[in-house]
């Protein structure tokens, strides 16, 4: 059986994750503002004497500025320029931290020792600045009382905010049986 090349997880279709940058032939626009390989000022030029001077140096045309009227090219090494470029996308990816929403589940007849520990584990979650979705889950006749579980999700968050600054992503909210709030540490 033939597998359609739509359903082979995307391959043709993947956008590229950071800017797309034109060299040489590639280069759009009729005139380009050229910058030599030190930094200097050449001129405003058209494109094929713009490329023919990159080639003569010994360098490639790239255009690092696209949306400069006229855009800004400048003679550099295009595999080095691209590879350092990547690089700088490979540290801000590693440096960037990912906020994950962690879910702790309370009860309306919880007692006072699984409480403490479900603060503490609260506790280390907003230290590791993630985001915590608080839910208290209403079984048959507690569904009739639901201001007790706003009380208590109330209660649990003014202890939080005791030893942290917390804010309200989510205000307390029920859905059907469920009552529950997000909330985060604000820096």
Do not use: W
Not at 28 to 33: F, L, S, T, W
Not at 46 to 69: N, Q, T, W
Not at 72 to 90: I, P, W
């Amino acid at each position: 059986m033939r597998i359609h090349h739509r359903r082979r997880g995307g391959q043709y279709h993947k956008k590229p994750e950071g800017p797309v940058y034109r060299a040489n032939e590639q280069i759009i626009a009729p005139e380009v503002r050229v910058i030599d390989e030190e930094g200097g000022a050449i001129g405003i030029m058209p494109v094929p004497e713009a490329v023919a001077l990159a080639r003569e140096r010994g360098y490639d045309l790239v255009e690092v500025f696209p949306k400069a009227s006229p855009p800004v090219c400048k003679l550099l090494d295009f595999g080095q320029f691209k590879y350092q470029k990547e690089k700088e996308q490979r540290l801000q990816k590693a440096h960037a931290k990912k906020v994950d929403t962690k879910g702790i589940r309370l009860s309306v007849k919880m007692g006072t020792h699984d409480l403490d520990i479900r603060k503490r584990q609260a506790e280390g979650f907003l230290e590791d600045g993630d985001k915590i979705k608080i839910e208290i889950r209403l079984r048959g006749r507690e569904k009739e009382h639901g201001e007790i579980a706003y009380q208590r999700i109330q209660e649990f968050i003014q202890h939080l905010s005791i030893k942290y600054t917390v804010g309200m992503e989510q205000a307390i909210t029920r859905n059907q049986g469920n009552v529950s709030a997000i909330i985060a540490r604000k820096s």
